[in-house]
């Protein structure tokens, strides 16, 4: 039976309802702080896992053969077959096998017989979460020098990073539940997700001044959660159950509330966390909060942080707000207000506000987060340049150091970012050319290939730029085909990968790898039609990397490094050279004078050149347009 949500209220609405639905008593109380929580980090932390480790559905509804639904549409319906055209799957569930898209299940007409309808196509890898879509292993959490906060716990513990007399505070009862869960990255496997919301909430707990009671996972029983809810609710003063808020099968909170105590709501306009539960048992709140690990985090700071408060009988520890610009447009919806996550950084003295990834389980985005964005209820959304009010997670004196850096990716940005204050957003190399017209970035790392001369990025400034904007050398890095370990296929060439009809994982549009890519195929005479997977698209080398190592890709073009880290195959093409362009009057900016000198230094030249793939040749060098 699948739950439906029965409201859709204002959420200051929903927490003053509830409020008044609950009394505390004054009572005092000993507490202690985990080990980790304020700790500054000594070294860039990097992920021992992937999060998700395995192919996920993304909604409740129906796994299929995406080459089987292609022909469907309204004026010629099909009809599948369970077991043999579809199965059921809630969201999380593991995709496996033949399966290779997902059908949300508001999309499905359900038959007798164990049959369904569907008049719509569904697309390859269409709503599924790919391995390690959150963070992959090898990629940086958090750098050295970093004061680590609740949600940095939270994706630590995602990545496999698991090694951390008062005024009386509430006790906050804490109860994980998923059959999914596990605690431990040695219990870690097909289909099992380390709990990593719980030891966030711990975290936030003891920032809003409370005491938090953490309980095992509960795997996705009706009478088992009953039996813990209900002896969280005598042990503690406030009770927190995080997943099964939602409307899947396995969805049992809002059951379990109903059958010990009182439902007073569920689901608020709030996105991330519209289903959102609150009630009471024995005169305690209780609060279910959806799973993914950003709407747990939002949800959990909109609606327990007010109830701490409460029972502590102070006004809530509101986060400070400042005017910033937006970078670029957000849509937003009428249906519900809207919290994104967005990165800060001063631009020729104007607060530059950028938004991250949106996805309700991109953990990464609250790490890189410095600020909250709320889009009202009654908007649809921001434009670029608009003026907007942020909510402060880091002070300001930490984002006045940043040096901001949009365009290509490659690890030495994260390098860089141990050494300096540098906030680094990877949107291709196009798409830091396009930053750097707009002065919304102080650098863009490119590396894109001239195809008349052969040369790397002089081209972009006499092509896209007056002489007002100049290049900063790099870094050279060993571009090739990643496969995997033994080369199974075969793969010698691009061209193997066409005739072979294997299956290849590209880089996003603009990026300078995708562009090299394009080159080779054309100097081949080889069309994109003919490269299996061409409009499949990663963001960075690390997620290729990833996705040739599961097996969702036979092949992928990336660096060295990459293939290295993830223990594939490496087939090299050539060098290319990844450079920074940078405004000419940013040069006297103290930001970009450290910048330059970490370039040059000893110390830069030795751990890029311990890297696989990697070489220095006149780093920190400045190359002025002729133009």
Same mark, same amino acid.
């Given at each position: 039976?699948?739950?439906?949500?029965i409201d859709n209220i204002?959420?200051?609405?929903?927490?003053?309802?509830?409020?008044?639905?609950?009394?505390?008593?004054?009572?005092?109380?000993?507490?202690?702080?985990?080990?980790?929580?304020?700790?500054?980090?000594?070294?860039?932390?990097?992920?021992?896992?992937? $999060?998700?480790?395995?192919?996920?559905?993304?909604?409740?509804?129906?796994?299929?053969?995406?080459?089987?639904?292609?022909?469907?549409?309204?004026?010629?319906?099909?009809?599948?077959?369970?077991?043999?055209?579809?199965?059921?799957?809630?969201?999380?569930?593991?995709?496996?096998?033949?399966?290779?898209?997902?059908?949300?299940?508001?999309?499905?007409?359900?038959?007798?017989?164990?049959?369904?309808?569907?008049?719509?196509?569904?697309?390859?890898?269409?709503?599924?979460?790919?391995?390690?879509?959150?963070?992959?292993?090898?990629?940086?959490?958090?750098?050295?020098?970093?004061?680590?906060?609740?949600?940095?716990?939270?994706?630590?513990?995602?990545?496999?990073?698991?090694?951390?007399?008062?005024?009386?505070?509430?006790?906050?009862?804490?109860?994980?539940?998923?059959?999914?869960?596990?605690?431990?990255?040695?219990?870690?496997?097909?289909?099992?997700?380390?709990?990593?919301?719980?030891?966030?909430?711990?975290?936030?707990?003891?920032?809003?001044?409370?005491?938090?009671?953490?309980?095992?996972?509960?795997?996705?029983?009706?009478?088992?959660?009953?039996?813990?809810?209900?002896?969280?609710?005598?042990?503690?003063?406030?009770?927190?159950?995080?997943?099964?808020?939602?409307?899947?099968?396995?969805?049992?909170?809002?059951?379990?509330?109903?059958?010990?105590?009182?439902?007073?709501?569920?689901?608020?306009?709030?996105?991330?966390?519209?289903?959102?539960?609150?009630?009471?048992?024995?005169?305690?709140p209780v609060i279910g909060?959806?799973?993914?690990?950003?709407?747990?985090?939002?949800?959990?700071?909109?609606?327990?942080?007010?109830?701490?408060?409460?029972?502590?009988?102070?006004?809530?520890?509101?986060?400070?707000?400042?005017?910033?610009?937006?970078?670029?447009?957000?849509?937003?919806?009428?249906?519900?207000?809207?919290?994104?996550?967005?990165?800060?950084?001063?631009?020729?003295?104007?607060?530059?506000?950028?938004? *991250?990834?949106?996805?309700?389980?991109?953990?990464?985005?609250?790490?890189?987060?410095?600020?909250?964005?709320?889009?009202?209820?009654?908007?649809?959304?921001?434009?670029?340049?608009?003026?907007?009010?942020?909510?402060?997670?880091?002070?300001?004196?930490?984002?006045?150091?940043?040096?901001?850096?949009?365009?290509?990716?490659?690890?030495?940005?994260?390098?860089?970012?141990?050494?300096?204050?540098?906030?680094?957003?990877?949107?291709?190399?196009?798409?830091?050319?396009?930053a750097l017209k707009r002065?919304?970035?102080?650098?863009?790392?490119?590396?894109? *290939?001239?195809?008349?001369?052969?040369?790397?990025?002089?081209?972009?400034?006499?092509?896209?730029?007056?002489?007002?904007?100049?290049?900063?050398?790099?870094?050279?890095?060993?571009?090739?085909?990643?496969?995997?370990?033994?080369?199974?296929?075969?793969?010698? $060439?691009?061209?193997?990968?066409?005739?072979?009809?294997?299956?290849?994982?590209?880089?996003?549009?603009?990026?300078?790898?995708?562009?090299?890519?394009?080159?080779?195929?054309?100097?081949?005479?080889?069309?994109?039609?003919?490269?299996?997977?061409?409009?499949?698209?990663?963001?960075?080398?690390?997620?290729?990397?990833?996705?040739?190592?599961?097996?969702?890709?036979?092949?992928?073009?990336?660096?060295?490094?990459?293939?290295?880290?993830?223990?594939?195959?490496?087939?090299?093409?050539?060098?290319?050279?990844?450079?920074? *362009?940078?405004?000419?009057?940013?040069?006297?900016?103290?930001?970009?004078?450290?910048?330059?000198?970490?370039?040059?230094?000893?110390?830069?030249?030795?751990?890029?050149?311990?890297?696989?793939?990697?070489?220095?040749?006149?780093?920190?060098?400045?190359?002025?347009?002729?133009?």
């Amino acid at each position: 039976m699948r739950n439906k949500y029965i409201d859709n209220i204002d959420c200051d609405t929903a927490i003053e309802n509830f409020k008044r639905e609950v009394e505390f008593s004054e009572r005092t109380e000993t507490i202690s702080i985990t080990q980790a929580l304020h700790r500054i980090t000594g070294k860039l932390i990097t992920a021992r896992v992937s $999060s998700p480790n395995y192919n996920a559905s993304a909604m409740d509804g129906i796994a299929v053969r995406s080459a089987d639904t292609m022909e469907a549409r309204e004026s010629n319906p099909f009809i599948l077959e369970e077991g043999k055209e579809f199965i059921y799957v809630n969201t999380g569930a593991p995709i496996l096998g033949e399966w290779d898209s997902v059908i949300m299940i508001e999309d499905v007409t359900e038959l007798e017989q164990g049959r369904v309808e569907i008049i719509k196509a569904s697309k390859p890898w269409q709503h599924i979460r790919p391995i390690g879509e959150d963070i992959i292993k090898g990629d940086p959490i958090i750098p050295a020098g970093h004061k680590i906060r609740p949600q940095d716990i939270g994706a630590l513990i995602s990545g496999g990073v698991l090694e951390v007399e008062v005024v009386a505070k509430p006790k906050v009862a804490i109860i994980p539940t998923g059959s999914e869960i596990v605690e431990e990255t040695s219990h870690l496997q097909v289909g099992k997700i380390i709990d990593s919301n719980s030891h966030m909430f711990m975290g936030m707990v003891e920032e809003f001044g409370g005491e938090g009671i953490r309980y095992s996972p509960v795997k996705d029983d009706f009478d088992t959660l009953c039996e813990t809810v209900s002896r969280a609710a005598e042990e503690s003063d406030i009770v927190v159950i995080n997943a099964g808020s939602s409307a899947g099968t396995k969805d049992f909170t809002v059951r379990v509330i109903e059958k010990l105590g009182r439902v007073i709501s569920h689901g608020v306009a709030l996105k991330p966390g519209k289903p959102t539960i609150m009630g009471v048992i024995d005169g305690k709140p209780v609060i279910g909060i959806p799973g993914y690990p950003v709407s747990s985090f939002i949800t959990f700071d909109t609606f327990v942080k007010p109830i701490i408060s409460h029972y502590l009988k102070r006004r809530d520890g509101r986060r400070s707000v400042v005017e910033a610009v937006l970078s670029r447009t957000i849509p937003s919806s009428l249906k519900h207000k809207e919290i994104v996550r967005v990165s800060l950084g001063y631009i020729d003295g104007e607060l530059l506000a950028t938004p *991250l990834t949106r996805g309700a389980g991109v953990t990464m985005s609250l790490v890189k987060a410095h600020a909250f964005l709320a889009i009202p209820r009654e908007y649809e959304g921001y434009s670029a340049g608009s003026r907007v009010e942020v909510e402060l997670l880091t002070s300001l004196e930490e984002i006045e150091e940043q040096l901001i850096s949009i365009g290509s990716h490659d690890i030495v940005m994260d390098l860089i970012s141990s050494n300096l204050h540098l906030s680094s957003t990877h949107v291709g190399s196009m798409g830091g050319i396009s930053a750097l017209k707009r002065k919304q970035t102080h650098l863009a790392p490119i590396h894109i *290939l001239d195809e008349a001369t052969g040369l790397y990025n002089v081209g972009v400034l006499k092509k896209y730029f007056d002489d007002s904007v100049c290049l900063i050398k790099g870094i050279e890095r060993e571009q090739g085909i990643m496969v995997p370990k033994g080369n199974p296929k075969g793969v010698e $060439s691009i061209r193997d990968i066409a005739e072979k009809s294997l299956i290849f994982i590209n880089r996003q549009r603009g990026a300078g790898t995708r562009i090299l890519l394009d080159y080779l195929l054309k100097t081949q005479e080889i069309f994109s039609e003919e490269i299996v997977g061409y409009d499949r698209e990663a963001t960075t080398h690390m997620a290729c990397g990833i996705a040739v190592k599961s097996g969702d890709a036979d092949a992928a073009l990336g660096i060295r490094a990459a293939a290295d880290i993830n223990g594939l195959d490496f087939i090299s093409l050539s060098y290319e050279e990844y450079d920074f *362009l940078v405004r000419e009057e940013d040069l006297k900016d103290v930001r970009i004078e450290e910048f330059i000198s970490f370039l040059k230094s000893d110390s830069f030249k030795g751990k890029v050149e311990a890297l696989p793939g990697y070489r220095v040749k006149n780093s920190g060098k400045i190359i002025k347009n002729t133009v």
